[in-house]
């Protein structure tokens, strides 16, 4: 079986809302995609977690946005 991932943030990925670099993706259950600045990322939480989207933060980017967040990057 092959696992799908999706590539790490980096400094081309600019927020949707104010082109700021982005430093959360937010995977819709439709199977959109959001790329948010920290700013409206806590701005727009509260949908993003009703919505159920699957919240991944840059390990650059500390944001208390859900304790279900995975982090993007190298584990150590």
Not at 28 to 37: A, I, Q, T, V, Y
Not at 57 to 68: H, I, R, V, Y
Request: glycine letters at 6%; aromatic letters at 2%.
């Amino acid at each position: 079986m092959t696992t799908l991932t999706r590539p790490e943030l980096t400094a081309a990925d600019r927020c949707d809302r104010c082109s700021a670099a982005a430093g959360v993706r937010a995977l819709l259950p439709s199977g959109g995609e959001l790329l948010f600045c920290g700013h409206h990322a806590r701005e727009h939480r509260d949908r993003l977690i009703a919505l159920e989207a699957e919240i991944q933060q840059s390990d650059n980017e500390m944001l208390e946005l859900d304790a279900s967040i995975k982090r993007e990057g190298p584990t150590t």
